[in-house]
């Protein structure tokens, strides 16, 4: 879908273009850096806008433009300038604001954040009320922070996140009796009961000695995961000594939890390209918080910044327990960027150090059967299905329907269908594998009732599905029922209009019911949306060539087939 210039971004060009011929030199770098913006790549917007900004350094519009793209890519060197040249003009926002924060969170000018609160242009009443609160005990005055946090709690909607970090505050001066029961207070909200506010409070409990509660709220939230952070943590628990609070050991590290906290609020509230701002002032306040480096690079990957992603996870070292999820979420990015060896190099890598997690042995037989390297995958998905069996007594529907699929491509019917099979018992009405079942079945010619009936039964659990639509039509073809394919298939390719199997099965239908012309026109569709440079499974392009010669009939019978009893108009 074409992009349209915002407002702000329209009322920028027109005065680009608008203004004298000597001015009109930042015009190059400023629609390169525009291009750029639309696209996301925060990289060459930032490069573009600066070099626009070096020729009107009084332009506003690209300060701030400029910062924008500075801080999406976690830069406050070359932030905090700009930032600081919009202040003096008093036109710092709410992106300058992050900076100029930022900036004096890491100097420590705790009373410079309290004394600004009045005159300056603020964040947001939530960060704006946090910043207060931890520039207080940064100050050394608890006490007050204290009541900060109370003061924010009582606004509609700001109490979970405000009694979070009244928990993290109390938790920082070893007030643990104080933290443990803000946390047990079911009326202070879900931000509590996230991942990373569980494991915060196990560390409490643990403070505490109450080793006891800590690992029945690690076994009651995480019950049947195979997860190496939380195995660590389990761990941890029967040492002699009590769990070190590790999620603020600073003041710094509390703001850079409150930037942190609304990134992952805001990350299912708004767009990425907005949410990525805070989740990066917290990585620049602590560069270790895996957490904001794991959603930062979860929002590039959102806004198809792949290479940026996957820089960002290289900074979770192999020694953190979640370095494994950072490293799928790295060979994730590569095979999303096209580099598919490169991910299952990853993916491989990991399978040696890692090995023993589902995640990881499912993840290397998707990429290797994304590659058509379908005997491998069979046993990364073997492992895979085995662990899983071993932790939770059983596999998973799509586990077996993924090694399912590997065993049919291989031409291993007997194998592929006791998976299909197995995974329907475990998920009966799946639609993606009544759909691969039934659509092998009609292939095959064989067992057509009963294909017919699960696809059938796929279509009405996922009536928008081309491909499922597709394979109904297909099944009545086979079964001799043109007439009713007919508004399947036309179904079908108007889901689906530039795929050329389902061009290609319309136009057979189309043939089979006589309306020669229209199956013509629809054969030459498909070969047109055929790209030979790679393969397509399922549609052979010189079959279609050779049906646009002499029809549907004859390519049946020159396959040893009988031909086609044409239905009447």
Known sequence: MRKLLTPLAAVGLS????????????????LAARSAAIQ?????????????LARDPANLFLMESALVAQLAMGRLEQALPIAKTMQRAGQSGQVAQLVLTADQ??????????????????????????????????????????????????????????????????????DFEAADAIFSSEANGTVLQTRRGILARVEILSQLEREDEARALLETTFSGATDPEIDAVLAALEEDEPMPFSHVNSVQDGFAEVFFTVAAALRSETGPEFTILYAQTARILRP????????????????????????????????????????LGRAAALRRSGKEDAAIEVLEQLARSHGDLVSVQSAL?????????????????NKAIALAEEVN??????????RAIS????????????DFRAALELNPGQPQVLNYLGYSLVEKRIKLDEALEMIERAVAASPNSGYIIDSLGWALYRLGRYEEAVPHMERAVELMAVDPIVNDHLGDVYWAVGRYREAEFQWSRALSFIDESQTVEDVDPE??????????????EEEGGAPIEVVAD
């Open 543 to 556: 079959r279609i060539r050779r049906k646009l010669e002499v029809g549907l009939d004859v390519v049946l």
């Open 288 to 327: 270790d918080h895996v957490d904001a480096i794991l959603l930062t690079a979860e929002l590039f990957e959102s806004l198809e910044q792949y290479d940026a992603s996957i820089e960002v996870l290289k900074e979770v070292p192999a020694s953190h327990p979640a370095y494994h999820a950072a490293e």
């Open 105 to 174: 969170v890491i100097n420590g000018d705790y009373d410079a954040l309290l004394n600004g609160q009045d005159d300056r242009q603020l964040i947001g009443p939530l960060v704006d009320g946090l910043v207060e609160a931890w520039a207080l005990i940064g100050t050394g005055d608890v006490s007050a922070a204290l009541d900060r946090f109370d003061t924010i709690a009582a606004q509609q909607g700001l109490r979970a996140f405000a009694m979070f970090h009244k928990a993290m505050a109390m938790a920082s001066v070893g």
């Open 393 to 402: 007594g059983t596999s998973s529907w799509f586990l077996l329907y993924a």
């Open 365 to 381: 037989g998707d990429a290797l059967r994304q590659k058509d390297r379908f005997d491998e995958a069979v046993g990364a998905y």
């Open 407 to 418: 065993y049919e491509r291989q031409g291993l019917w007997d194998q592929a269908e006791k």
């Open 40 to 52: 996301n790549d925060f990289e060459q917007a930032a490069s573009y806008y600066t070099r626009a």
């Open 15 to 30: 005065l680009i273009l608008a203004a004298p011929l000597a001015a009109q030199s930042i015009a190059g770098p400023y």
